[in-house]
């Protein structure tokens, strides 16, 4: 009797579609909610002193948020073979190096801005993207060094690839794992608020905020907003 023909069990590797939808208005919003948050931190950190408490729970927002939004992206179907990932990193580089005179003024040279910290972030995933031994190989070496001289040091990649690593595959386990991951800040910030992020995210896929992208204002707005903190606390 002839053999029926068997049909391949193999899934196609490859980024899947987030079951966690949020239109790209939500997103922008999101975006704007970060870098308003982030102007409010770095103006308590470089000319209040850190003296607003609230000021400063609010900032530990910034990092997940922003990390947040750029895996999203990242994972979107057809990202990696359209090279946005490529795209992204140099944006992230050009924008890191416009922000470096300003960022070593406040913050000195290590560590590297925060823009240095999403570009990292975007690597590791563009490694992983293309698999194999050798790039897992070079991931985990562009997360042990990388780590060491980035804002928010290996806690932000973590929270970073956690995002990623759910967005790619969904379940409870991953978004334990991203939680955890997200977690893990609160040893660069003294604090667990940064979770508050999560629930802003989950509270946003409910929403559709009809907003307008705006891709050059956030890339734009960093350098710009410390530059005009180090004018002005040059001046005090």
């Not at 948020?65 to 994972?75: E, K, T």
């Not at 379940?171 to 604090?191: E, R």
Request: charged share 10%; aromatic share 12%.
């Amino acid at each position: 009797m002839a053999r029926m023909p068997q049909t391949s069990t193999r899934q196609v590797r490859g980024p899947a579609h987030p079951r966690l939808c949020i239109t790209d208005g939500t997103l922008e919003a999101l975006k704007w909610v970060g870098l308003l948050l982030m102007a409010g931190d770095h103006i308590n950190k470089y000319l209040l002193h850190e003296g607003n408490l609230a000021l400063y729970a609010l900032g530990r927002l910034v990092m997940p948020i922003f990390g947040f939004v750029l895996m999203y992206n990242l994972a979107r179907p057809g990202a990696f073979a359209s090279n946005m990932h490529i795209r992204v990193m140099q944006r992230l580089a050009v924008f890191a190096l416009l922000a470096t005179p300003a960022s070593v003024y406040l913050m000195g040279w290590w560590p590297l801005n925060i823009l240095f910290t999403l570009f990292v972030a975007t690597l590791l995933v563009w490694l992983l993207e293309r698999d194999g031994l050798a790039n897992r190989l070079a991931a985990a070496a562009v997360f042990l060094v990388g780590g060491a001289i980035v804002e928010f040091w290996w806690p932000a990649l973590l929270c970073c690839l956690g995002a990623w690593a759910f967005f790619r595959r969904p379940s409870v386990a991953g978004l334990a794992l991203w939680a955890l991951a997200v977690a893990s800040l609160a040893v660069v910030n003294g604090n667990f608020a940064a979770l508050f992020a999560l629930p802003l995210v989950g509270g946003a896929a409910q929403v559709d905020v009809p907003l307008r992208r705006s891709r050059w204002v956030f890339y734009a707005f960093y350098p710009a907003h410390l530059s005009l903190l180090a004018l002005a606390r040059s001046a005090l």
